[in-house]
């Protein structure tokens, strides 16, 4: 990934640190929208050990206006977009489908599906300008089973992998793959906070995505497209 431009977006949270540090520690110049919900000082450590390759400013990905000034400024600062990262994501869980609210529903297909259908509408044609590249985005392990009582969030993560498969089938051709990774638990602060009787020594750590994360947006993975790849740890 030396040199390559990566947009990383979701790339201040617990898992976009992780994501950020390791693209940057793979000698990349890194992209990243932070929303108005991101700690102000969350990339502050890496700000300062990558002063010139660390890229940050302020957009909302999940409208159209925001997905589309992510990718133009990420063009204007590093000259192209090789790859993305694609991290925005959120989970509200608790109750089976009848007993889900509207808000519920409509909060899990915007932050989970309707930022990725953006992020991939802009940034594809601009790959595909350049000669190709790579979209990864993060699914989860509900996408697939263990769906019982949150089914909001384990169907938007689904739509990913349908996303992911079909970028793979209309893009393919002209040098762009995309894929999908499905953690389950990852072991964070606030998941451990949630379940203080579970062992999270089972759990995935963000640095262990992170890595697969990397490996799919280089060239190394070249034959893998259209893949959604468990990342489930030992949980």
Do not use: C
Request: no cysteine; hydrophobic share 45%.
């Amino acid at each position: 990934m030396t040199n390559k431009v990566v947009l990383v977006t979701g790339g201040a949270g617990n898992l976009g640190r992780a994501v950020t540090r390791a693209f940057l520690e793979a000698d990349s110049r890194v992209a990243v929208p932070l929303h108005k919900t991101d700690k102000p000082d969350a990339l502050d450590q890496l700000q300062s050990e990558f002063p010139d390759r660390l890229h940050t400013f302020a957009l909302d990905l999940t409208t159209e206006r925001g997905a589309e000034q992510a990718v133009r400024q990420t063009v204007e600062w590093g000259g192209r977009v090789d790859a993305v990262a694609h991290l925005i994501g959120s989970y509200i869980g608790g109750a089976r489908i009848g007993d889900t609210a509207l808000a519920a529903w409509d909060r899990m297909m915007e932050l989970n599906l309707k930022s990725a259908f953006l992020t991939a509408r802009f940034a594809v044609p601009r790959m595909v300008q350049d000669g190709g590249g790579s979209i990864v985005f993060v699914s989860s392990r509900a996408a697939v089973r263990e769906r019982a009582g949150h089914a909001a969030y384990a169907i938007s993560k689904a739509g990913l992998l349908t996303l992911v498969e079909a970028l793979a089938e209309e893009y393919g051709d002209e040098g762009v793959r995309a894929n999908a990774v499905l953690p389950g638990t990852v072991d964070t602060e606030a998941n451990r906070r949630a379940m203080p009787d579970a062992d999270p020594t089972l759990w995935t750590t963000p640095d262990e995505i992170a890595s697969v994360i990397v490996f799919l947006s280089s060239a190394d993975s070249g034959a893998i497209n259209g893949a959604g790849i468990p990342v489930y740890g030992r949980s």
